[in-house]
T-cell receptor
Framework: SQELEQSPQSLIVQEGKNLTINCTSS?????LYWYKQKYGEGLIFLMM?????EEKSHEKITAKLDEKKQQSSLHITASQPSHAGIYLC????????????FGRGTQLTVWP | DAGVIQSPRHEVTEMGQEVTLRCKPI?????LFWYRQTMMRGLELLIY????????DSGMPEDRFSAKMPNASFSTLKIQPSEPRDSAVYFC?????????????FGSGTQLSVL
């Protein structure tokens, strides 16, 4: 079974629209990572959240971790075609040093 | 830094052939991970090494898969014999882990197609 559930699986939005991607775990997480993947490329690190209730922003992307540290959301404001790609959440359970578990990813398409 | 380097970028082979994927981690990183990505199962951890020693290979699907890390700057993932269901993107990642919360740095992946 998947360690992390991501929703939606795919998302198609018009340029300029806001969007949210969710990542849910059935277990409390030590750390929650967001990565972005473009076609034919590896995963690029976006942000990491560790504390319950933590929120981080970079340019137009904001990530939050809930108080229970079991759910995270990634919000993109005023989306652009450059935001298109696959967004994956990865989890550190704090049980095995260095190991991350990943969700299946959300495919984001932004059309002009 | 050049980042994690994987080769080849693309590999097309016939069923039954041996396939070897290569990875050069970021210099100084002491953890190396091999992941496989498919549409059905997403990104799965196959095996990881710490200081060149395999720590957890429970994700390796079958005996047809083997991985080695002869030194700190090189690792291989071998599939012998290959099967069509092995078709996927294989990623190598490395990290300098001193505590929980360290991020992984990924290579660009090897797209494997087994016909």
């Amino acid at each position: 079974s998947q360690e992390l559930e991501q929703s939606p699986q795919s998302l198609i939005v018009q340029e300029g629209k806001n969007l949210t991607i969710n990542c849910t775990s059935s277990k409390t997480l030590y750390g929650l990572y967001w990565y972005k993947q473009k076609y034919g490329e590896g995963l690029i690190f976006l942000m990491m959240l560790q504390k319950g209730g933590e929120e981080k922003s970079h340019e137009k992307i904001t990530a939050k971790l809930d108080e229970k540290k079991q759910q995270s959301s990634l919000h993109i404001t005023a989306s652009q075609p450059s935001h298109a790609g696959i967004y994956l959440c990865g989890a550190d359970r704090g049980s095995t040093l260095g190991r991350l578990y990943f969700g299946r990813g959300t495919q984001l398409t932004v059309w002009p | 830094d050049a980042g994690v380097i994987q080769s080849p970028r693309h590999e097309v082979t016939e069923m039954g052939q041996e396939v070897t994927l290569r990875c050069k981690p970021i210099s100084g990183h002491d953890y190396l991970f091999w992941y496989r990505q498919t549409m059905m199962r997403g990104l799965e951890l196959l095996i990881y090494f710490n200081n060149n020693v395999p720590i957890d290979d429970s994700g390796m699907p079958e005996d047809r898969f083997s991985a080695k890390m002869p030194n700190a700057s090189f690792s291989t993932l071998k599939i012998q014999p290959s099967e069509p269901r092995d078709s996927a993107v294989y990623f190598c990642a490395s990290s300098l882990v001193r505590d929980f919360g360290e991020k992984l740095f990924f290579g660009s992946g090897t797209q494997l197609s087994v016909l």
